[in-house]
């Protein structure tokens, strides 16, 4: 197959890198990656500025490219321009840090992979944990098999996989849906030199989803996470209950944004 791979953490990160390199004993890769990290960049594109492209010598094994542009900039530019459309993959990562829960909405890394299902593509966004010791290879070997066993073709347009490795060493995979995992916003006022108020954005896990099959507790139990994804953020049970009010078949005046 001929793949495609980018990623948010930049063109010379180790997760990026080691899985092209492992990926690349069995297939034609093309690495188009953003030229600085671009991390929680959503799925962001560059539609009033130029976007730079620029071959880089990372490793000589297959072309790389450095982007100006956002992951799923990059992931455009490489499979209409550079790929000339011929991709077979898209495959987003592996990121140094998970994409579980609501992460999914703020993240370069599965924006990147989502834009390949948009372009009609198999597609997959690979996160692992944000630890500097992290075992990359094992991780990009498990990637490897999983591509050359998993049947595509089952999932619906416009879908991807989002991949999630655990900490330690690997049971097994298993498919879960999307958490709830969220964030505790903390908003911390600094000083700068020239007496300027800004802020620091931090904030606490919050993890409060009881199902078994949901992504953070499938990885915490040391298994790596397979959440079929997609591009609509239709609520389907939230359209019917609108119809309902529309065709009264509901007490309008009961209905009210914000009940």
Not at 212 to 229: A, L
């Amino acid at each position: 197959m001929k793949i495609l791979l980018t990623n948010d953490d930049g063109v010379t990160s180790q997760g990026l890198l080691i899985l092209a390199k492992t990926l690349a004993q069995k297939h034609n890769i093309l690495v188009v990656a953003p030229e600085s990290e671009q991390s929680a960049t959503g799925h962001a594109i560059t539609v009033r500025m130029p976007i730079w492209v620029k071959r880089v010598r990372v490793l000589e094994e297959f072309p790389i490219y450095a982007t100006t542009g956002t992951p799923a900039d990059c992931v455009k530019i490489g499979m209409e321009v550079l790929a000339n459309k011929q991709i077979d993959m898209v495959i987003s990562g592996i990121n140094i840090g998970h994409n579980l829960g609501t992460d999914v909405i703020y993240s370069g890394t599965v924006s990147g992979a989502l834009e390949g299902a948009l372009l009609g593509v198999p597609s997959i966004a690979v996160s692992a944990p944000a630890r500097e010791n992290f075992d990359y290879y094992s991780a990009s070997f498990f990637i490897s098999n999983f591509i050359e066993n998993f049947d595509f073709s089952i999932l619906e347009p416009f879908t991807a996989l989002n991949i999630n490795f655990p900490e330690g060493d690997i049971k097994g995979w298993k498919a879960t849906r999307q958490s709830i995992r969220r964030y505790a916003d903390r908003f911390e006022a600094r000083t700068d030199p020239s007496g300027n108020t800004y802020y620091w954005m931090y904030g606490d896990v919050v993890e409060d989803d009881s199902a078994p099959d949901c992504d953070y507790c499938v990885v915490s139990k040391g298994y790596v996470s397979v959440t079929p994804i997609t591009v609509f953020m239709l609520n389907e049970r939230a359209l019917l209950q609108l119809k309902e009010v529309e065709n009264g078949k509901k007490n309008k005046t009961s209905w009210r944004f914000g009940s």
